[in-house]
């Protein structure tokens, strides 16, 4: 499991897929979420702007990571 750090209370997931370099844009990232492909502690997340904390597992394309 790949770990990431942030330096906020959150970060919004399609930044966070865009950050651990998962998706090039933000429109990018919005198919990759709207084609139910991101789960978010083991659930299917649709909304792109879902804030994202310290301890969220976010599962995507085979790799998990653990935000810190």
């Given at each position: 499991m790949?770990?990431?750090?942030?330096?906020?209370?959150f970060?919004?997931?399609?930044?966070?897929?865009?950050?651990?370099?998962?998706a090039?844009?933000?429109?990018?990232?919005?198919?990759?979420?709207?084609?139910?492909e991101?789960?978010?502690n083991?659930?299917?997340?649709?909304?792109?702007?879902?804030?994202?904390?310290?301890?969220?597992?976010i599962?995507?394309?085979g790799?998990?990571?653990?935000?810190?």
């Amino acid at each position: 499991m790949k770990e990431i750090k942030i330096n906020s209370d959150f970060i919004k997931l399609d930044q966070l897929l865009k950050l651990i370099d998962i998706a090039s844009t933000g429109g990018h990232a919005k198919i990759i979420i709207q084609e139910g492909e991101v789960k978010v502690n083991g659930k299917v997340e649709y909304q792109r702007g879902k804030k994202i904390k310290s301890g969220d597992i976010i599962d995507v394309q085979g790799m998990s990571v653990k935000v810190l």
